[in-house]
């Protein structure tokens, strides 16, 4: 099973500035999502990233908005622009990777705790 | 489009009796069915996946659930509930036609009392 690891695993920022969030997998992968956890709240997804394509977004996420790098099969990136408290959340990134039987599975890193003064 | 429901916000269950936790889905194509579970300030961790092989699957920790296609649930189960299994469960759904894109539920709470 693919490994995930997230930076940074935690931070508080000021409203108005921008965090770019860092997705690391132990294997190559062609498909990569990245996923926002509201306080309280299920997840949702926000995006797709696929290597060497634009990422493709949900319904109510826009690029200019969280816009996402993905440079190889290995990195992604997501970086929540111009700040606002209501973006407060935890943001997961997540990888398909396929079992013995070839089905694919979806394991998730252990996401990053974003807090918005 | 695909959907998933989760019948009970918070369930309470004593140690060592039964867990029952509902979900049905809505997909227009064959779906994959997930259990999710994330322990507080842990990342999510799947514990089981139907997948069209048998209805009825073993996950981990001792968790099962049952596909039931004419009932479009897929409740999930376990016989004697320890203080561990106290987290968040999510039922998630992915059409064969989503490109792995996941519909999380809106998610259960478990808490289990001594």
């Known amino acids: 099973s693919a490994v995930i690891s997230q930076k940074p695993s935690r931070d508080i920022c000021q409203r108005g500035t921008s965090l770019t969030i860092q997705c690391q997998v132990d294997?190559?992968?062609?498909?990569m999502f990245w996923y926002r956890q509201q306080p309280g709240q299920s997840l949702t997804l926000i995006a797709t990233a696929n290597q060497g394509s634009e990422a493709t977004y949900e319904s109510g996420f826009v690029i200019d908005k969280f816009p996402i790098s993905r440079p190889n099969l290995t990195f992604s990136t997501l970086t929540v622009s111009n700040m606002s408290p209501e973006d407060s959340s935890i943001y997961l990134c997540s990888v398909e990777d396929p079992d013995r039987q070839g089905y694919n599975e979806q394991f998730f890193g252990p996401g990053t705790r974003l807090t918005v003064l | 489009a695909q959907s998933v429901t989760q019948l009970d916000s918070h369930v309470s269950v004593s140690e060592g009796t039964p867990v029952l936790l509902r979900c049905n889905y809505s997909s227009s194509y064959s779906p994959s069915l997930f259990w999710y579970v994330q322990h507080p300030n842990k990342g999510l961790q799947l514990l089981l996946k139907y997948t069209s092989a048998a209805t009825l699957v073993k996950g981990i920790n001792g968790f099962e659930a049952e596909f039931k296609k004419s009932e479009t649930s897929f409740h999930l189960t376990k016989p004697s509930a320890h203080m561990s299994d106290a987290a968040e469960y999510f039922c998630v759904v992915s059409a064969t036609d989503s490109w792995g894109k996941l519909q999380f539920g809106a998610g259960t709470q478990v808490v289990v009392t001594p």
């Open positions: 294997s190559q992968v062609t498909m």
